[in-house]
């Protein structure tokens, strides 16, 4: 346990030229930590109100309402010989692409490397540093309006507390990875982040995120359609996606597809002034998903197969908690559920072990040998179902 001494009084920084000779030092900083804060409740893009840099001298606070010139903070976030230092930096990412164009090229998520480091899955800031350092933080002002000024004595403490430890446990977790040998998997999560960010940011987010597995093709591609014309009338109007339709009734649409604006009056969740704005649109993309031939239809993801899928199911997850244990690793962390599902779903119905693309690299890597070593038989399982329907034929 390292004990640090209180981190000094954030600097506000809320004139150009005062960014400017600061950044040009960050450039030369091997690292920084970095975090923002921002307000979207009612808008589909983030606005945002600061970002918070730490270096080796202190915190600083950057008024991005007030200061005019943002290019040098873009030059930071881009710079490749600076490591950027995050906590949970998925919101970060995609403020930074929308503000900037582009994500940071070099970055370090201590949440991620805590996970690896066996400190557990989806550690909260205040949790990692209250263990690292023994210091409690308090999270008053994190709800509070970002974009208002003058800033509060409360959100200025809070700001700058929210950085000034990322530097240090940097250090720590960095040391942690390396005398694991797991540096090579933290970088490898690192890309999977900036990847997902990039995902975030197109239409087809939306539509992956959600539960569709009990839906028929034609549903799917309706949910699809649906999806993506929620997201370019959000992306339009500048709201978030459920002030234009929410999750439960885009999956309400797919399930029942209704044709026009009647039917679609009639669902929960929808009004008779959206019915009548949205109908001739809806019905027609439903309209669409419904005529698709087969070949276009989107692949249907989920549990299939019955007993048989549900034993599968079981099995690898067992053999992932053992892996994961072994490891010293949250079994979340090494694969998620919904992509366990995925897993062991797609295996089966193609009668050979396929690898999502969420369980590639170094996950495979552990897990493909004890996959292989284990008696979970794909052949033996649906061999096992055809048995049984062939039993029933020959008794019929």
Request: one cysteine or more; a positive charge; glycine letters at 8%.
């Amino acid at each position: 346990m390292t004990r640090l001494p209180p981190p000094p009084t954030p600097e506000v920084v809320d004139r150009d030229d005062r960014l400017a000779e600061l950044a040009d030092r960050w450039l030369r900083e091997p690292a920084v930590g970095l975090d923002t804060e921002f307000v979207r409740e009612r808008t589909f893009f983030p606005r945002l109100g600061l970002v918070q840099v730490a270096d080796s001298s202190g915190c600083y606070l950057v008024d991005t309402v007030a200061v005019r010139d943002r290019s040098p903070l873009a030059e930071l976030v881009r710079a490749p010989t600076v490591t950027k230092v995050f906590h949970s930096p998925s919101e970060d990412l995609e403020i930074f692409h929308h503000a900037f164009g582009f994500a940071p090229e070099r970055m370090f998520d201590c949440q991620v490397a805590a996970a690896l480091c066996g400190m557990g899955g989806s550690l909260g800031y205040v949790h990692l540093v209250s263990r690292l350092f023994e210091v409690e933080l308090a999270k008053g002002a994190q709800r509070s309006n970002w974009l208002r000024r003058p800033l509060s004595e409360e959100q200025v403490l809070y700001a700058g507390l929210d950085v000034a430890y990322l530097l240090p446990a940097h250090e720590v977790l960095q040391a942690k990875l390396g005398d694991l040998g797991r540096e090579a998997w933290a970088e490898e999560e690192f890309g999977r982040l900036l990847r997902a960010c990039e995902l975030r940011l197109g239409p087809e987010w939306s539509y992956g995120r959600l539960r569709r597995s009990a839906l028929s093709g034609p549903q799917l591609a309706a949910l699809r359609a649906v999806c993506e014309w929620r997201e370019e009338r959000a992306r339009r109007r500048d709201l978030p996606r459920g002030f234009v339709l929410k999750d439960e009734t885009v999956l309400d649409i797919a399930r029942r597809l209704p044709r026009n604006g009647r039917e679609l009056a009639s669902m929960r969740g929808i009004g008779p002034k959206q019915a009548r704005r949205y109908g001739p649109a809806l019905g027609e993309l439903v309209r669409r998903a419904a005529s698709l031939p087969e070949n276009e239809l989107p692949e249907r993801v989920g549990r299939s197969g019955g007993r048989s899928s549900a034993r599968l199911a079981e099995g690898l997850r067992e053999l992932v908690a053992r892996v994961a244990g072994d490891l010293e690793l949250p079994a979340e962390a090494l694969v998620p559920r919904r992509v366990l599902e995925e897993w062991s779903a797609r295996s089966l119905s193609r009668g050979e072990w396929v690898w999502p693309e969420a369980i590639e690299g170094w996950r495979r890597s552990v897990l493909e040998p004890e996959v292989m070593r284990s008696d979970l038989s794909l052949r033996q399982t649906t061999g096992g179902r055809r048995r049984r329907r062939g039993r029933r034929r020959g008794e019929d």
